[in-house]
């Protein structure tokens, strides 16, 4: 994956760091918490598991949408070990910054063996 943006190529920077580490095969907790340590490290504030309410007529709907991980409040993360991603994953994505108001999202999936060919960046 080519990026351009300097932030978001820091964050691709760590989840090369954590696939180098532990390579495919491990659950998406995994390198959830992995990610989370390596962006501690280079101090780049983020929340795991954040609630993403459904706003609906003037009312905040908690409908247990959780975004994996953001990022600076500005790139929703959302983490896959999976043989393939497919097109309800990408949905998830876009619905998450869709709902959230945040703009960048990267859905990156672990289980490969080059995690950068599996990096998808969208933009709305």
Do not use: W
Request: charged share 25%; net charge negative.
């Amino acid at each position: 994956m080519k990026d351009q943006d300097p932030f978001t190529h820091k964050i691709i920077g760590a989840v090369i760091e954590v696939h180098r580490a532990l390579g495919p095969g491990l659950l998406e907790s995994s390198y959830q918490h992995c990610l989370a340590h390596e962006l501690a490290l280079m101090e780049i504030p983020f929340t795991m598991e954040s609630h993403i309410p459904v706003h609906y007529k003037g009312v905040d709907l908690d409908c247990g949408y959780r975004a994996d991980m953001i990022v600076d409040d500005r790139v929703i993360l959302e983490l896959k070990a999976v043989d393939k991603v497919i097109g309800i994953h990408r949905a998830q994505v876009l619905t998450y910054m869709k709902l959230s108001g945040i703009e960048t999202g990267l859905l990156i999936n672990f289980n490969v063996e080059l995690v950068k060919d599996a990096i998808e960046r969208f933009k709305i």
